[in-house]
């Protein structure tokens, strides 16, 4: 037992560490290369934090077990939205860019969508269908970055804590960020998980808890340090963009290497849950263009009925 409280203090550690790390370098990446904060946090940040995700449901896929996949990503984009913004949120109220709301969050939303279609219709994703969403995950974050760079006005200029890193420090300081997020997050799970057991709570609760939120811990690190440094365009692009990546990123990888076959009609529910949150946030974020403390109590509580309906 106390090696595994040890592995939870460890991981806790890698993971507030690789949080700073991961804000630093990204916003000396967005000053250097003239990017704004949100199209970092679109790209290079949750690319990196979506790393655990990436990993997972590209070994399940190769492995033909489609339930891990598939399961890994749709829980984590659900806690992405409603446990990481709503955390995020309650720190700091989180202004939100017009963009946000006009594409990234739209786009999301049809990705959700054509997921459930796919799971409930042909139980599949092909290799086709995979090639044409990561090629659609390319021309996105293209797009991204060239409009970035085209409006920018201040992105090389020196801040008020003077010049931003060399583009070198910035991009080992994201490096060291992924290593840091990734063996944090799995310490943390290992050490988690063993304690629940030990605790006499089964393995179907741990994975809709401690597992499903373990992955999503880098986003979550990520997004609260980017908030509370002030970076609210990369938390929000953080959460977003990690959606999207894990969708048409990581699921679409991961089917145009290995089709992902056998996909159970029980994902239905949980397809439904990710889309009726994506569209809450959306709903949410044009209120007022800003998501206020309230509303992320509001994330939370849904999250924790989604956990609690989920484990029943």
């Keep these: 037992m106390t090696v595994h409280?040890?592995?939870c203090i460890i991981g806790l550690l890698l993971l507030v560490?690789?949080?700073e790390w991961l804000v630093r370098g990204s916003v000396g990446i967005a000053q250097r290369l003239r990017l704004s904060p949100m199209v970092i946090g679109l790209t290079v940040v949750s690319f990196g934090t979506?790393?655990?995700?990436f990993i997972v449901s590209l070994q399940a896929a190769l492995d033909g077990s489609s339930g891990i996949a598939l399961g890994n990503v749709i829980g984590s984009n659900i806690a992405n939205v409603a446990l990481i913004l709503g955390v995020t949120a309650i720190l700091c109220p989180i202004p939100v860019a017009g963009g946000t709301l006009k594409v990234d969050t739209p786009l999301l939303l049809v990705a959700s969508v054509l997921l459930a279609l796919c799971c409930h219709f042909t139980h599949a994703l092909t290799r086709l269908e995979g090639m044409v969403g990561f090629a659609i995950m390319l021309a996105y974050v293209a797009l991204q970055v060239v409009h970035s760079r085209k409006h920018s006005t201040d992105g090389g200029s020196e801040t008020a804590a003077g010049a931003p890193p060399k583009l070198p420090i910035a991009l080992a300081y994201?490096?060291?960020?992924v290593i840091a997020l990734k063996y944090g997050a799995g310490w943390l799970v290992d050490g988690a998980s063993e304690i629940a057991h030990a605790a006499g709570v089964s393995d179907r609760v741990v994975g809709l808890t401690v597992v499903a939120i373990g992955t999503s811990l880098p986003e979550l690190f990520a997004s609260v340090v980017a908030a509370r440094k002030g970076s609210?365009?990369?938390?929000v692009g953080n959460a977003i963009g990690s959606n999207l990546f894990n969708l048409l990123g990581v699921l679409s990888a991961s089917a145009a290497i290995s089709p992902i076959t056998g996909i159970s009609s029980a994902f239905a529910a949980d397809c439904i849950w990710m889309i009726a949150l994506t569209l809450l946030i959306w709903l949410l974020m044009r209120t007022d263009y800003r998501?206020?403390?309230?509303?992320?109590?509001?994330?939370l509580a849904v999250y924790a009925v989604?956990?609690?309906l989920a484990a029943w």
């Design 5 to 7: 409280i040890l592995y």
């Design 17 to 19: 560490l690789g949080g």
């Design 50 to 53: 979506s790393a655990p995700e």
């Design 174 to 177: 994201v490096l060291l960020a």
């Design 232 to 235: 609210v365009d990369m938390a």
């Design 291 to 299: 998501l206020t403390r309230t509303e992320g109590c509001l994330l």
């Design 306 to 308: 989604y956990v609690v």
